[in-house]
């Protein structure tokens, strides 16, 4: 299913479909646009051909051998890419989203490569996270993707990532509208936004432990990333310097980066999507671009509320009052 025009009934059916995790979602048909998907698939069937891919690696990894693996997912422009530069910087393995290089793979019907996490190297991280372009990228959840492909359930922990959704809808048309419609951009940003529902609820009933962290959170980037590390047991491993030190790094897609990127179709490459950062940090989006009609449907689908809850529970999980105090409201009112 494609959303090539805004309707807004069928948005609000899908909508509540994935706020009430129906299982009917899994026949829900996704019909190829001819770029980003070339062949019709069901959600379903396209979470098979993934599970399918990956179980092929990881039942050649005896259950003793699976790393700890922190995955971190939201909607995409969270701010993941940098943060998956800090994991890399304090010497994990930092994956740019593996999982969904093996779904956009299964839809544009190349042999999807798997991905074969490392072992032996100590915990792992990985980013991946929903949209832009397709229903299919909004509503897969990788967790459940992992789990059922063999992952342990005791060697994951999922970060949920989010960020205020007027500065991230922001992001989105900046650096998607040359390639996707403005209605079908924010349509599959509603979707994208409202599958953190599923993906937790997947975390609660597989007994994967589950932590929050919102980009405004790196207002005070040390302060905030040595929470995050200390949280997940990885305090030992944190520096300062790999917040404040990112000279060497020429772009976070660039050779220098520590991110470790898959094999994708080339349609979905994106020059300059991941810019060139000193270090890591918060960073601002100017809004003015949104109107009053877009920021009236992020009302409608109780978008700030969702915001607002990842917040208190970001301070809650980490300690971190004070998020909560600056500015938990979204950026720009209407």
Known sequence: ??????????????ADMVRGDAPALMSLPLEPDGKYQTRPLLLGQLACDVVGALSAVFRR????????????????RVGSTALANLFGMVGLPAYYQPVKAVLRNALTGTRPDSWTPRSGDGPLFIKDVAGPYLIAECLYVPLEILLQAGYPADRLHLIILDRDPVQSLASWLEKWSERVSHDRLLGNFILATLNVIRVEACARRCGVPVTHYVHEASRRPVVAAEALFRHLGLGDRFTATAVTDWRTIDALDGETSQVIFPDEPDVYHVPGLHKTEPEYRYRHRDTQGLTDADLDLLDRFSLPELYRSSVSH???????????AERAEPACVH
Not at 1 to 14: H, K, T, W
Not at 61 to 73: K, M, Y
Not at 316 to 324: A, E, K, P, R, T
Request: glycine share 10%.
């Open 1 to 14: 299913m494609a959303l090539s025009g805004l309707n807004i009934s069928e948005l609000a059916r899908l």
């Open 61 to 76: 990894i005896p259950p003793e051998e699976f790393p700890d693996l922190h995955c971190a997912w939201g909607r995409a």
């Open 314 to 324: 970001c301070a809650q999980d980490l300690g971190l009052s004070w998020v909560g």
